[in-house]
Each structure stands twice: as structure tokens, then as C-alpha cells.
Antibody, heavy 119, light 108 residues
Framework: DVRLVESGGGVVQPGGSLRLSCATS????????MNWVRQAPGKGLEWVSS????????YYSDSVKGRFTISRDNSKRTLYLQMNSLSAEDTAVYYC????????????WGQGSLVSVSS | SYELTQPPSVSVSPGQTATITCSGG??????VSWYQQKPGQSPLLLMY???KRPSGIPERFSASNSGDTATLTISGTQAVDEADYFC???????????FGTGTKVTVL
């Protein structure tokens, strides 16, 4: 079975940094694009970032561009999100999501990791 | 930036058909996916590439995409279908993904 498990969330002060990890199993990690999607409390889904299967191409939403960095280690089957210069607006549950075989969607999601930015 | 608009809420009686719209400029030129999210759970992919249903998703879920509007249809709606539904668009020329505003479906 496909499994995505996020870790690394927590409480951080404004201006601080956090690194999220997403450990995966049950599929050939190196064959698929991977993504981060977040959901602020009581709000909708917001795409954050994507990275292609080999890690050579990455994309970011305007709201995180220049502050967040997505990366992957195919040997460890793990996806990462380095988050810097965090603000209250970044408070959300962050989901790791696997890309569909044919581009366009996200077919498996992790349970999410809560990031709370507060002083 | 590109935006996708959904009705905030849709109410439907058990056994009836629920229709959820997703509107965006030239949306028909993009691939649309749909997700279901129940309280406290992660989103679940319902439809992808406009009309394709992943294995395990009931046939009562169907979708279309044309012009400026994509539509998710739930036929024979059941109480278990009560959830939030989100559309999502992807365009190969622009790469980033966009989610719709979300629709809460209530089964009365």
C-alpha cells in the first residue's frame, strides 16, 4: 500500500524556520512528481510546491516563493520542504501528496503535519 | 493569478443528484481534478484529467469540463457523501496547480 508520512511540524516563532519531511513507501518514489499542499485552519486547500521525479525542476506558489525550498532524496524515498522566514499566514496543516501517473492531480496524501507560527 | 470559484455550499436529499461547479477562465483548456475531504481527514482524489475516476471511487461520481466551467456530479447521493469538495486545475504550460474555493455538500 502507498504510504506518505509527514514529520517536522510544530510551533515556531515569526521569522523562524522549519523543515518538513515526508517519508514514503509502497510505490517507486523516483518515478513520480511530489507535492506539498497546505490548509490553514478552517480554510481551503492551497498548493505550495511541486518537484519533478528527478528533482531537476521545482515550482512554488507566489505566497512562498523565495522563502520555501522543496527537495527530494530518491535514495531515501523522502520529500522535504525547507520553510524560512515564517509568518502567521503560514500556519496550516501541510500535506505531502504524490502526483498522478499522468500529470494534473494528486492521488495519495499523507496525514498532514501542523505548522503553527506564533510568538 | 488564476482563480477557481465554487459555490460555498450545496444541499441535496438522499438519493438525489448533487452538482458542484468550478469556474475559471478557459478552464476547459486545463486538466481538472476533484477531491473529497471529510472532517479531520486528508483529501481523497475523486476524479482526475477531467473525467477519469481512480480505482475504488464509486461510479456515482462523474465529472465534466468545458468552456469556463467544470462540474462534479454525484448521482444517488448518500449520507456518506457529506463532505467538502475541492476542484483543482493544472495547465502544462504554467505548471503550478490551483485549487478551487471549496464546496460543502450537505445531505439533508
Amino acid at each position: 500500500d502507498v504510504r506518505l508520512v509527514e514529520s517536522g511540524g510544530g510551533v515556531v516563532q515569526p521569522g523562524g524556520s522549519l523543515r518538513l519531511s515526508c517519508a514514503t513507501s509502497g510505490f517507486t518514489f523516483s518515478d513520480y512528481a511530489m507535492n506539498w499542499v497546505r490548509q490553514a485552519p478552517g480554510k481551503g486547500l492551497e498548493w505550495v510546491s511541486s518537484i519533478n521525479s528527478r528533482g531537476g525542476g521545482s515550482y512554488y506558489s507566489d505566497s512562498v516563493k523565495g522563502r520555501f525550498t522543496i527537495s527530494r532524496d530518491n535514495s531515501k524515498r523522502t520529500l522535504y520542504l525547507q520553510m524560512n522566514s515564517l509568518s502567521a499566514e503560514d500556519t496550516a496543516v501541510y500535506y505531502c501528496a504524490k502526483g498522478t501517473p499522468h500529470p494534473g492531480g494528486f492521488d495519495y496524501w499523507g496525514q498532514g503535519s501542523l505548522v503553527s507560527v506564533s510568538s | 493569478s488564476y482563480e477557481l470559484t465554487q459555490p460555498p455550499s450545496v444541499s441535496v436529499s438522499p438519493g438525489q443528484t448533487a452538482t458542484i461547479t468550478c469556474s475559471g477562465g478557459n478552464l476547459g483548456d486545463k486538466y481538472v481534478s476533484w477531491y473529497q475531504q471529510k472532517p479531520g481527514q486528508s483529501p481523497l482524489l475523486l476524479m482526475y484529467q477531467d473525467t477519469k475516476r481512480p480505482s475504488g471511487i464509486p461510479e456515482r461520481f462523474s465529472a465534466s469540463n468545458s468552456g469556463d466551467t467544470a462540474t462534479l456530479t454525484i448521482s444517488g447521493t448518500q449520507a456518506v457523501d457529506e463532505a467538502d469538495y475541492f476542484c483543482q486545475a493544472w495547465d502544462s504550460s504554467t505548471a503550478p496547480y490551483v485549487f478551487g474555493t471549496g464546496t460543502k455538500v450537505t445531505v439533508l
